[in-house]
């Protein structure tokens, strides 16, 4: 049963750094493309991020500022995320991509959501 669980998420102050954490199971991690994603309450969720075997894309409003990798051995997909901003603010979630082959940084691509972890900046 494929399992993705999210971790990290706090309330902070603009500036701040935080890592998040996905661990995943119930599929083979290290040949799946992974992403980050971010959704604000009434909002569309968006893509931030992904991993495609080493090769990373990234929203422009995160460039820069935000890292994502990933330890195959520990089947952990990470974000690191620095220089925060309330614009930053959202639940986030990592997901699998759909398909082999190609791997946008589009919701439509990824399934098996994981619950989220909620990230605050305050200004």
């Not at 199971?25 to 080493?54: L, N, P, Y």
Request: hydrophobic letters at 35%.
């Amino acid at each position: 049963q494929v399992q993705l669980v999210e971790s990290g998420g706090a309330s902070v102050q603009t500036g701040s750094s935080l890592i998040l954490s996905c661990a995943a199971s119930g599929f083979t991690f290290s040949s799946t493309c992974m992403g980050w994603f971010r959704q604000v309450s009434g909002k569309a969720r968006e893509g931030i991020a992904i991993d495609h075997f080493g090769h990373t894309t990234y929203a422009e409003s995160v460039k820069g500022r935000f890292t994502i990798s990933r330890d195959n051995a520990k089947k952990t997909l990470y974000l690191q995320m620095s220089s925060l901003n309330p614009e930053d603010t959202g639940m986030y979630y990592c997901a699998r991509a759909r398909y082999d082959g190609e791997c946008p940084l589009e919701t439509s691509f990824f399934m098996s959501w994981g619950q989220g972890t909620q990230v605050t900046v305050s200004s």
